[in-house]
C-alpha cells in the first residue's frame, strides 16, 4: 500500500504564489518502482485535469498548456516527495489539487495507481 500526502494548499490572491508537496509513504513503497508522480486539479463542476508530470527513470517534466510558465514540478532527491511550484496564480486555478503515481500514460488518471487526498488551494481576485 502506498500513500500520498499533500500540504501548502490555502487561499491567496490572484498574483500571488503557493508551493504544494507531495510525499509518499507506506510499507509496500519503493520510489524506484514508480514512473511518474504528478499533479492533478478539481474545480467545482468540472473533471480532474492533469497540471504537470515528474518522471523518473529518465527525469522529465511535462505540463499542461493552462499551467506551462506559471507551475513548476520538481522532485526531492529521496524521490519520495514531489513538489509543484505555481506563480502568477489567477482566479481560475481555484481548485482541489491532488498528487497521483503511477506507472501508465502520464496525461490521464488512468495511469495513476495511487492518489493522495487532495488539498484545497482558493484564489481570490
Known amino acids: 500500500q502506498v500513500q500520498l500526502e499533500e500540504s501548502g494548499g490555502g487561499s491567496v490572491q490572484a498574483g500571488g504564489s503557493l508551493k504544494l508537496s507531495c510525499t509518499a509513504s507506506g510499507p509496500t513503497f519503493d520510489p524506484y518502482s514508480i514512473g511518474q508522480m504528478g499533479w492533478f486539479r478539481q474545480a467545482p463542476g468540472k473533471e480532474r485535469e492533469f497540471l504537470a508530470a515528474?518522471?523518473?527513470?529518465?527525469?522529465?517534466?511535462y505540463y499542461a498548456d493552462s499551467v506551462k510558465g506559471r507551475f513548476t514540478i520538481s522532485r526531492d532527491n529521496t524521490k519520495t516527495t514531489v513538489f509543484l511550484q505555481m506563480e502568477g496564480l489567477i482566479p481560475e486555478d481555484t481548485a482541489v489539487y491532488y498528487c497521483a503515481a503511477g506507472n501508465g500514460n502520464i496525461w490521464f488518471q488512468y495511469g495513476y495507481n495511487y492518489w493522495g487526498q487532495g488539498t484545497q488551494v482558493t484564489v481570490s481576485s
Open positions: 515528474h518522471t523518473h527513470i529518465h527525469p522529465f517534466t
